[in-house]
């Protein structure tokens, strides 16, 4: 079992930045494909960026790119998400996830492992 618990979020003003922490227990993650989703009120969880155990392998939404960095420190069993450029749009509880496929993934049903979730609200 992993345990998983985000934190970071918070109430920013577009344009601003917010990095996103995930803390695992129990494993260690250094043997897993990390990722991190969000989900709006009335809106699906959506795929926001996923990283290989080495943390060379990187995958992320189009709607992100160039904005988020997925990176991971395995000897504090740590993730994170640094966010700049935030946008109203960017509005979501995220969560991070923890998987064991070969290949990154995108779709959260393939994740085994889930956080409670972190509030990130960006005002306009």
């Known amino acids: 079992q992993v345990q998983l618990v985000e934190s970071g979020g918070g109430l920013v003003q577009a344009g601003g930045s917010l990095r996103l922490s995930c803390a695992a227990s129990g494993r260690e993650l250094s043997v897993y494909n990390m990722g991190w989703f969000r989900q709006a009120p009335g809106k699906e969880r959506a795929f926001v960026a996923a990283?290989?155990?080495?943390?060379?392998?990187?995958r992320y939404a189009d709607s992100v790119k160039g904005r988020f960095t997925i990176s991971r420190d395995n000897a504090k069993n740590t993730v994170y998400l640094q966010m700049n450029s935030l946008n109203p749009e960017d509005t979501a509880v995220y969560y991070c996830?923890?998987?064991?496929?070969?290949?990154?993934?995108?779709?959260?049903?393939?994740?085994?492992?889930w956080g409670q979730g972190t509030q990130v609200t960006v005002s306009s």
């Open positions: 990283q290989k155990p080495s943390g060379i392998g990187t």
């Open positions: 996830a923890a998987d064991r496929n070969i290949a990154i993934v995108t779709p959260p049903s393939e994740y085994e492992y």
